[in-house]
Nanobody, 120 residues
Framework: VRLVESGGGSVEAGGSLRLSCAGS????????MGWFRQAPGKEREGVAT???????TYADSVKGRFTISKDSDKIILYLQMNNLQPEDSAMYYC???????????????WGQGTQVTVSS
C-alpha cells in the first residue's frame, strides 16, 4: 500500500487548501481512512476520518471548516480546508486501514505528509 499526499502549502488566515491522498495497492474495504496532523512539539491528532459506510468524524477544532471526501474509483482521499487559521499549521498525514477511526495507532498505512502553514 502506498499513500501519497499533495496539496499542502502556505496561505494566509481565512484562506483555503485542498489536500489529496492518492492510494495504490489499497484493498481495505472495511476500515477507516483519515487525515491526521502534527505540529512541532505537539502530539499527533486526528483531523477527519471516513469509515467504510461513508460516515465521517471530525475533530471539534475543524468542524464546519474542513470536509473529508473520497473518490472511490480512483482511491483518492481529499481534505477540503476552509477558513484556515494559524493553529491549523502542521504536517498533515493521510492514513488508511484504521480500525478505530480517530485513533491513529490503529492505522496500518501512512503517507509521507504534506506541510500546511497558515500565517496571520
Amino acid at each position: 500500500v502506498r499513500l501519497v499526499e499533495s496539496g499542502g502549502g502556505s496561505v494566509e488566515a481565512g484562506g483555503s487548501l485542498r489536500l489529496s491522498c492518492a492510494g495504490s495497492g489499497y484493498t481495505y474495504t472495511r476500515y477507516c481512512m483519515g487525515w491526521f496532523r502534527q505540529a512541532p512539539g505537539k502530539e499527533r491528532e486526528g483531523v477527519a476520518t471516513l469509515d467504510s459506510s461513508g460516515s465521517t468524524t471530525y475533530a471539534d477544532s475543524v468542524k464546519g471548516r474542513f470536509t473529508i471526501s473520497k473518490d472511490s474509483d480512483k482511491i483518492i482521499l481529499y481534505l477540503q480546508m476552509n477558513n484556515l487559521q494559524p493553529e491549523d499549521s502542521a504536517m498533515y498525514y493521510c492514513a488508511a486501514g484504521g480500525t478505530a477511526c480517530l485513533s491513529g495507532h490503529t492505522y496500518m498505512n501512512w503517507g509521507q505528509g504534506t506541510q500546511v502553514t497558515v500565517s496571520s
